[in-house]
């Protein structure tokens, strides 16, 4: 069934937030130990889905797996997303890729996900190919290149295609209902640069998926609406910054939009704070749009429960006057 066929059948509004790393008290496990065992990480995704119920099921959000096949080292912490710390310089980074890759492991999880998960479609993350780069150099290294030297921008960014497309034609035979293609950094971007540096890169992800593909960009990305569209996806994810309805408004109207409330407000809001927000945030958009409500970003592992039991519960429970 398609994305937004699934949605549409739901008695309630739809609702995925981008919930993954609250899961680890479930298991008491770590990030590290999650992130590197198959059967532990599918287990806490069914455990989330199991205790809060969304309408998809999603893993982890991890965006150091790709630049880790390039040789970088993620720095982890108990709780929260590993971090990248040092980069490669834009002239001396090489297509050559050291043993070690987690990307075997998380293809295992997406199969693994993907065969014990049936009520509720099931995607995976991969990074965008100009965040990718932005993770292996730096993000202010990859833009000074911009200005200097577009031609090694160029080819990195080309490997780093070629590496996600790789991935995601990987992804594809697991089993797998979409894929979210997690790009933040080209929210900096022009739209001319845009159009020159990152469109035709997710083209060829989304392509080499082949299946149903959720574009999220965190950021102020509302000048890109139109050219995030054109990449092909089935949705958008947009972040806080933008508002839902000028999205909705912006893109097509057979195009599912994912968004947008504070990940930040979730994990301090009161209960009582967080169903007026939820009202307030799905009355801007008329019941005839493809709405998921789900979060700019992904939640921070230390919200309380309470508070994510509340945002999922109040979407299903929202009535359109």
Not at 33 to 57: G, S, W, Y
Not at 150 to 173: M, R, W
Request: a negative charge; charged letters at 20%; aromatic letters at 6%.
């Amino acid at each position: 069934m398609a994305l937004s066929e699934h949605f549409s059948a739901l008695d309630h509004a739809g609702v995925v937030p981008i919930l993954g790393y609250p899961g680890l008290n479930s298991e008491g496990a770590t990030v590290k130990e999650c992130l590197h065992n198959p059967e532990l990480h599918a287990k806490i995704v069914r455990k989330t889905l199991d205790h809060f119920h969304p309408d998809a099921a999603l893993p982890l959000l991890d965006l150091t797996v790709e630049a880790e096949f390039y040789g970088l080292k993620p720095e982890y912490t108990d709780r929260e997303p590993p971090q990248l710390r040092s980069f490669i310089s834009l002239k001396s980074w090489v297509d050559e890729k050291p043993d070690g890759s987690r990307i075997p492991l998380m293809v295992e999880t997406a199969r693994l996900i993907s065969n014990q998960i049936s009520k509720v479609p099931v995607g995976f993350y991969v990074t965008g190919p100009f965040t990718l780069a932005g993770q292996i150099v730096g993000i202010q290294n990859l833009f000074m290149g911009l200005i200097k030297d577009q031609e090694s921008v160029l080819n990195l960014v080309n490997s780093c295609t070629a590496t996600i497309v790789d991935y995601a034609e990987q992804l594809k035979e697991t089993g797998l209902d979409f894929l979210v293609i997690a790009d933040p950094t080209p929210s900096l971007l022009s739209p001319r640069q845009f159009n020159d540096f990152a469109k035709t890169p997710l083209v060829n992800v989304v392509n080499a998926f082949s299946g149903e593909s959720i574009l999220h960009m965190c950021g102020r990305s509302g000048h890109l609406l139109k050219q995030m569209a054109e990449t092909g996806v089935t949705g958008v994810s947009i972040d806080e910054n933008i508002k839902l309805a000028t999205a909705v408004n912006s893109l097509p109207r057979k195009m599912v939009t994912l968004g947008n409330y504070s990940p930040t407000k979730l994990a301090f809001e009161k209960p009582d704070e967080i169903r007026r927000g939820v009202r307030e945030m799905l009355s801007t958009v008329d019941r005839e749009a493809q709405v998921v409500a789900s979060t700019g970003c992904d939640i921070s592992s230390s919200t309380p429960e309470v508070n994510i039991h509340t945002f999922i519960q109040s979407v299903k429970a929202y009535e359109q006057a």
